[in-house]
């Protein structure tokens, strides 16, 4: 049986093999090489008034401890219309979760808990969808069908999710290329997650219920970047309605990705646009490594049928020591069980990800499906030894070194012996209550038949530092039926007509004509994101202010003060408006607005006489002010040796901004002062 991996090969070799590179290092042709392919499922949560099935409140949200009541469930799969079981309902029926609710009476009714029928359709979460399509480009349907999509981890009460397509194959437009819409669809938001500790799961029932829409792209995104790009571009559009929530968590997105030899795996909850870059960037390369695993794995055994793992339960401290992280308290609670894997040598510590390796795809599925909290097992691979044994402190830092999972502490020499392991073995040891243990052994044995076939089908968990854990199995068409509790709903063509005759400019003609106005590029994002175009248009079109020192104001100005200043109450950004309106009526020069900005922005009920009041400002003429010139210029040769010209017109020019301020435009003064004409000068 041929052995590709010398003692040698590791965590480190494994990773140049793969050929992975760091994010900033690749390229477009990186990517192409790989066949890289991505797609979005984006959910965004609308601004209504009432949940999309029942009449409590939406966007109301209360603390995990607040709560009336709590109720336990229990998950359990249904066939679907064909008579087939969901893969991921099956899972998670397998992990035997308790599931308890917290609810709070003034955000959850009987309707959320599944002990009534779902009240009609919210009509204004309708109208929002709707919009959202006809900017999508979609078809919007003559008539909406809502199912039931099946959800066993308990993140809805009644098992299944009620949704409805609005629109249909639309598309959007990015820099370089138009990327194609599937479908829009309409959905009620899943419940908040509180916690998830071994077979117990909390939830809170507040979010539950709120009108969701779900954007789905075709497969068209072709780098990391595009990924980004195709989100921040769906945002925009979402957000210039004006009719949708924003702030942590009313937008989420799922990224699919896949390349040449791989498949769709479902990277879920993305909550940050910034992190899709890298992450599925490492997706690709995680994929690029089970390729290479399987490879391997084929090689040794040309039919997989004929391999088999085998297990033997052992005592800590008989067969084995009680690994040094492992409190021997809890050691002797445990069960104990010892897996010997043909052919796996050098698989186990074989690089997948930064700071991870093939052990984890094991480790992982036995916290989420046998419920074994992490550390849960150790294995005989360690990921890098000198020849003194050690692990240099550079390779922890910056390889991700992960003590739980490598043999260090336990000599697994015992192991091998135990099973006459041949020289292509490898080993690992798991641990947990013993209810579990029939559970972890299965998950193992099903993980590792699958590394034969390469990269399965499933949905991973997005962490901040830009790689994923294994979250559930990827699902199936099988959890889609009807929903029998629901009446189809007609969407007259007149209506979509007079929907369509509001809907707000488009994002790519923002885009075009804050570039005509040569507002800096890097404001875009933000203004974007807020939805704050509308507001920097009519502020130019209303008072005939400059598009570029407006964009400028609000874009770099704004934004700076809202990262270093909170507000004593609400702000909203029509003061803005206001505010320019404000100084234009006063008759003062557009300059003083940035004085004004922060303490607008830090009291906004104050009136404007009162911010003046604030920053000290004085009427002054500009005569006053250019007279000054001649007497700070003298002034300045008194007191300082430098004859450099530069340097008095900024000393000469910091002593004037503050009179300046509101009276004069301050490149007016900069000018003059330059030209050292005084206010006696012709």
């Avoid at 790989?34 to 109301?60: M, N, S, V, W, Y």
């Avoid at 908040?192 to 219920?209: A, K, Q």
């Avoid at 992982?364 to 691979?381: F, G, Q, T, W, Y």
Wanted: charged share 25%; with cysteine.
């Amino acid at each position: 049986m041929k052995n590709n991996f010398s003692p040698e090969h590791n965590y480190i070799n494994t990773k140049k093999i793969t050929g992975y590179v760091e994010k900033k290092e690749a390229t477009r042709e990186t990517y192409s090489d790989l066949g890289f392919k991505c797609g979005h499922e984006i959910h965004q949560q609308l601004k209504t008034k009432k949940k999309l099935f029942c009449r409590c409140p939406a966007g109301i949200y209360h603390d995990p401890d607040d709560f009336n009541a709590e109720i336990l469930r229990h998950m359990r799969p249904t066939l679907s219309e064909l008579g087939e079981y969901d893969g991921t309902a099956l899972m998670e029926f397998k992990t035997k979760k308790n599931i308890t609710y917290r609810i709070n009476n003034q955000t959850a009714c009987t309707y959320d808990i599944d002990d009534t029928p779902p009240f009609p359709l919210n009509r204004e979460a309708l109208d929002i969808a709707i919009e959202v399509a006809l900017l999508l480009k979609t078809n919007v349907v003559g008539e909406l069908h809502i199912t039931r999509k099946q959800y066993l981890d308990g993140s809805i009460p009644t098992g299944f999710q009620r949704t409805a397509i609005v629109g249909i194959e639309g598309e959007i437009p990015l820099k370089n290329k138009k990327v194609r819409i599937i479908q829009l669809s309409i959905e009620e938001e899943s419940c908040r997650e509180v916690s998830d500790i071994g077979h117990e799961r909390i939830y809170t029932t507040d979010r539950l219920g709120i009108p969701l829409i779900e954007t789905v792209t075709y497969p068209d995104l072709l780098t990391p970047d595009e990924a980004a790009e195709a989100a921040h571009y769906i945002r925009f559009l979402t957000r210039s309605t004006g009719k949708v929530q924003t702030g942590i968590g009313a937008a989420r997105e799922d990224v699919n990705v896949s390349i040449d030899g791989g498949t769709r795996v479902e990277i879920k909850g993305v909550a940050h646009i910034a992190r899709i870059p890298l992450l599925t960037h490492n997706e690709a390369f995680r994929q690029k490594a089970l390729l290479e695993i399987k490879k391997t794995l084929n090689e040794r055994f040309p039919n997989p049928a004929k391999w088999k793992m085998t297990h033997k339960p052992v005592s800590p401290n008989h067969i084995i020591e009680i690994p040094t992280f492992i409190d021997k308290k809890k050691a002797n609670r445990y069960h104990w069980v010892a897996v010997n894997l043909p052919g796996f040598k050098g698989i186990l510590s074989f690089f997948t990800q930064p700071g991870k390796s093939f052990a984890n795809e094991l480790s992982d599925r036995l916290k989420v499906i046998a419920c074994i909290e992490k550390p849960n097992m150790i294995h005989s691979e360690p990921w890098y030894m000198n020849k003194k044994g050690n692990t240099p402190a550079n390779l922890r830092q910056e390889e991700g070194f992960n003590q739980a999972l490598n043999g260090h502490g336990v000599d697994f020499a015992a192991v091998r012996k135990l099973f006459k392991s041949g020289d292509n073995d490898a080993q690992l040891i798991l641990w947990g209550p013993e209810d579990d243990i029939a559970t972890a052994i299965e998950t193992i044995e099903e993980r590792c038949k699958w590394a034969f076939e390469g990269v399965p089908n499933e949905t991973r968990k997005s962490i901040a530092d830009g790689t994923t854990i294994f979250e559930r199995v990827l699902p199936g068409p099988n959890r889609m039926y009807p929903d029998t509790d629901s009446p189809p709903i007609p969407i007259e063509e007149d209506h979509i007509q007079g929907i369509r005759k509001i809907l707000p400019r488009e994002v790519s003609d923002c885009m075009k004509q804050m570039k005509k106005w040569q507002i800096p590029g890097d404001t875009f994002c933000y203004l974007l994101k807020r939805n704050l175009f509308p507001l920097v248009e009519k502020i130019v079109e209303d008072f005939n202010q400059s598009p570029k020192f407006i964009g400028s104001l609000i874009g770099h100005h704004l934004k700076y003060i809202e990262g270093q200043i909170t507000p004593s109450s609400p702000f909203t950004y029509d003061r803005i408006y206001h505010l320019v309106d404000f100084i234009i009526k006063k008759k003062l020069k557009r300059d003083i607005l940035k004085q004004m900005l922060p303490v607008v922005y830090q009291y906004p009920n104050m009136d404007f006489e009162s911010v003046l009041t604030t920053i000290e400002y004085k009427p002054k003429s500009e005569e006053d002010i250019l007279d000054s010139i001649p007497v700070l210029k003298e002034k300045f040769s008194d007191i300082s040796n430098s004859e450099n010209e530069s340097a008095m017109i900024r000393w000469v020019m910091g002593q004037l901004r503050p009179p300046a301020l509101g009276n004069m435009r301050l490149s007016e003064l900069h000018t003059k002062v330059a030209a050292g004409n005084g206010g006696n000068d012709e």
